[in-house]
């Protein structure tokens, strides 16, 4: 079974700076995406990035990148010039694909993330 | 374009009692997922429904069910309730094509409470 584990529950920067949540994970399959999910206190989670396992290019989306190493099972994301509404839970998650179609997400517990003003 | 739908936002039951959750994906969407997060298990598949038909389920006893209507919108039931399915209860919906390599839009979520 494929398992997505965040080591950090919760991390904390300051305004403007820049952040790196960690994530790996564990599979045996070789079709499969990763993703990051934000979840605010609102509890509607949003899609922050997203990344093919086939695609060595790491995503970028804006102040959002991804580090993307296959071979070490590693997805982190890390958040450049850091901004009071990216205060929110951030869950690190794992789609495969296998028979023309898709499983459900496979989430990690979260990382709580904290933005000193 | 309206976002995804779910009612009621919350709810409260007792022990024993059954309990329906709707969810009305987003307008031309056909794939809607069911997810249960609570604060000790986290964020778990229950299952998907494609075109009326479940196409994917995860690892829930039979006491979780669902099913989709010819319009998209899903509804998911809790049978003879227990204290631990207290939980925030997200759907997702996505076009559902492309082998399910679409991006999912998540609802606002049903917070339920069993006491």
């Known amino acids: 079974a494929q398992t997505v584990t965040q080591s950090q529950p919760e991390m904390s920067v300051q305004e403007a700076e820049t952040v790196t949540l960690s994530c790996t994970y564990d599979t045996s399959e070789s079709d499969y995406y990763l993703f990051w999910y934000k979840q605010p206190p609102s509890r509607q989670m949003i899609l922050v990035i997203r990344q093919e396992a086939y695609k060595q290019q790491n995503a970028t989306e804006n102040r959002f990148s991804v580090n993307f190493q296959k071979a070490a099972k590693s997805f982190s994301l890390k958040i450049s010039d850091s901004q009071l509404g990216d205060a929110a839970m951030y869950f690190c998650?794992?789609?495969?694909?296998?028979?023309?179609?898709?499983?459900?997400?496979?989430f990690g517990k979260g990382t709580h993330l904290i933005i000193q003003p | 374009k309206a976002g995804v739908t779910q009612t009621p936002r919350y709810l409260i039951k007792t022990r024993g009692q059954q309990v329906t959750l709707s969810c009305s994906p987003i307008?031309?969407?056909?794939?809607v997922s069911w997810y249960q997060q609570t604060p000790g298990q986290g964020l778990q598949f229950l299952f998907e429904?494609?075109?009326?038909?479940?196409?994917n389920k995860g690892n829930f006893p039979g006491r979780f069910s669902g099913r989709q209507f010819s319009n998209s919108r899903s509804e998911m039931n809790v049978s003879t309730l227990e204290l631990g399915d207290s939980a925030l209860y997200l759907c997702a919906s996505s076009s559902g094509l492309a082998g399910g390599r679409d991006e999912q839009f998540f609802g606002p979520g049903t917070r339920l409470t069993v006491l």
């Open positions: 998650a794992y789609r495969s694909y296998s028979g023309g179609g898709a499983d459900g997400l496979t």
């Open positions: 307008s031309g969407h056909r794939s």
């Open positions: 429904y494609f075109s009326e038909t479940q196409r």
